[in-house]
């Protein structure tokens, strides 16, 4: 966590909000169009008791405009320079500033019903999203900005294109659903891709087989998605009949309940 400083610290001469070098390694890539942080701030309906936690504030661009609706917001920032601004500019009654990589940060730390939100660093979306994912019983609902690739694999639906692993995964723990689109030109700099909003909103049922169990079976399937499911599960045809699925068909046209249903008959055999 960081410690705040001077306020002056983040400031130029002149008042002006210094403007803060992008660093690729990060995979820095700042809002400033207020159109779209309008669209941003009204999706998510920041309400004053809500407990938000944002993911890369970057340059603060959201956090500011949510904390004008929350008393207090905790943010994750892998970089140490943008997280000294960012405590720097309000009292950590406001604002708790943890500099961290949200790829280890334990989530499971901070308080049940958590509203997670963020423009995502692109080249850590999906493992971060996959890493979210097993904190699904603690959050009450997510809004993330991200590549429109990873969006639209988010929320594939099974025998499609961009149907994988990353859509099974997610949709046996969440509702989602894609928002709106965000241009290029929104961001400084401006990405190579476009992006879009999501909202991922947990399920209230559990998963109904052994969590791990089932992560190893979604991602030896997807490894080998062009093979049928007998060779590519080790499914033979007793388990495939009990399971009611034609042994011709292959990972990418199963649902997510057909592998918790595989998952179970793996763990029962």
Do not use: W
Not at 50 to 79: K, M, Q, S
Not at 230 to 245: F, H, K, Q, T
């Amino acid at each position: 966590m960081i410690a705040p400083t001077s306020k002056s610290g983040s400031r130029t001469s002149d008042g002006a909000r210094r403007a803060h070098v992008a660093r690729k390694r990060f995979g820095q890539h700042f809002l400033h169009d207020p159109g779209i942080l309008a669209r941003l701030v009204a999706a998510i309906a920041p309400a004053r008791a809500d407990a938000i936690v944002e993911i890369g504030p970057g340059e603060g661009t959201l956090t500011r405009a949510l904390l004008e609706h929350v008393p207090h917001l905790a943010a994750i920032e892998i970089d140490r320079d943008l997280a000294a601004r960012l405590a720097a500019e309000f009292p950590p009654e406001r604002l708790t500033v943890y500099c961290a990589d949200a790829l280890e940060f334990d989530f499971g730390a901070l308080s049940p019903g958590l509203r997670v939100v963020g423009n995502l660093p692109y080249n850590i979306s999906t493992p971060l999203l996959f890493r979210l994912a097993r904190f699904s019983d603690r959050v009450r609902d997510m809004l993330f900005m991200l590549q429109l690739e990873v969006v639209e694999r988010m929320v594939a639906r099974p025998s499609t294109p961009a149907y994988g692993r990353l859509s099974v995964m997610l949709q046996t723990r969440f509702a989602m659903q894609k928002l709106f689109r965000v241009p290029r030109g929104a961001f400084r700099p401006p990405p190579k891709v476009e992006s879009a909003v999501v909202r991922l909103a947990p399920l209230q049922t559990p998963i109904g087989c052994d969590e791990r169990q089932f992560e190893d079976t979604v991602r030896r399937a997807f490894s080998a998605r062009r093979k049928t499911l007998r060779n590519a599960l080790s499914l033979g045809a007793e388990d495939l009949s009990a399971l009611g699925l034609d042994p011709r068909l292959r990972p990418e046209n199963l649902s997510p309940d057909d592998y918790v249903r595989i998952t179970r008959r793996l763990c029962a055999r």
